[in-house]
């Protein structure tokens, strides 16, 4: 079983619909969350930490389900240019090498 | 933009060879790990560097090594080039520990022929 996981997608939105995916980790000591996005070729860009109360930036929410070990990624009034993928992110925070693991990405199509 | 280089942008090698790529990590930052992006995969993590020493290795052969420099810039080294090893190579820089994020770099996308 892969540490997180992710639906590849991908999911085709109207522009302006809200849009809304999991990830699942599988390790209960992960302790901190993120989402990157990629867009097509390039490197890997933090879009938002998540936090346990869960958190806003603008058109995006993150949440965070310890109990279940997932997190969400929603997208209000989507706009052509989110199109992208959006790599979900665990790690723990410790002295020695703390590497990020990536799940595999959820792609997200925003279409006129 | 991040202040994390990462040269060559693109490189061709064929099975068998070696390759060298360079990290340039951003000001205040120690600590520099790399990953391995196949084609329609999320990053996997290759190792990590701290003070010039290995600090924390995936799952990667040791024909897979790497350096850092008193700068805190970083190579990472791959002998006897496989297939599979055609990729993107990213570079992160971030303090040690702590919940600071880390910061790619454009990465270095290596096809092996």
């Known amino acids: 079983r892969k540490e997180v996981e992710q639906d590849p997608g991908p999911f085709n939105v109207p522009e302006g619909a809200t849009v809304a995916f999991n990830c699942t980790y599988s390790?209960?000591?992960?302790?901190?969350f993120f989402w990157y996005r990629q867009d097509c070729r390039k490197e890997p860009k933090l879009l938002m930490s998540?936090?346990?109360s869960g958190n806003e930036d603008g058109r995006f929410t993150a949440q965070l389900n310890r109990a279940s070990q997932y997190i969400s990624l929603l997208i209000r009034d989507s706009k052509l240019s989110d199109s992208a993928t959006y790599l979900c992110?665990?790690?723990?925070?410790?002295?020695?090498?703390?590497?990020?693991?990536f799940g595999g990405g959820t792609r997200v199509l925003v279409k006129p | 933009e991040t202040g994390v280089t990462q040269s060559p942008t693109h490189l061709i090698k064929t099975r068998g060879q070696q390759v060298t790529l360079r990290c340039s990590s951003q000001?205040?930052?120690?600590?520099v790990s790399w990953y391995q992006q196949a084609l329609g995969q999320g990053p996997q993590f290759i190792f990590q560097?701290?003070?010039?020493?290995?600090?924390g290795r995936g799952n990667f052969p040791p024909r897979f090594s790497g350096l850092q420099f008193p700068n805190y810039s970083s190579e990472l080294n791959v002998n006897a080039l496989e297939l599979d090893d055609s990729a993107l190579y990213l570079c992160?820089?971030?303090?040690?520990?702590?919940?600071?994020?880390?910061?790619f770099g454009p990465g270095t996308r290596l096809l092996v022929l």
């Open positions: 992160a820089s971030h303090p040690l520990g702590g919940r600071e994020t880390q910061y």
């Open positions: 992110v665990v790690t723990m925070i410790k002295a020695a090498g703390n590497k990020l693991t």
């Open positions: 390790n209960s000591a992960s302790q901190s």
């Open positions: 560097y701290y003070r010039e020493e290995e600090n």
């Open positions: 000001s205040g930052h120690n600590t």
């Open positions: 998540v936090y346990s």
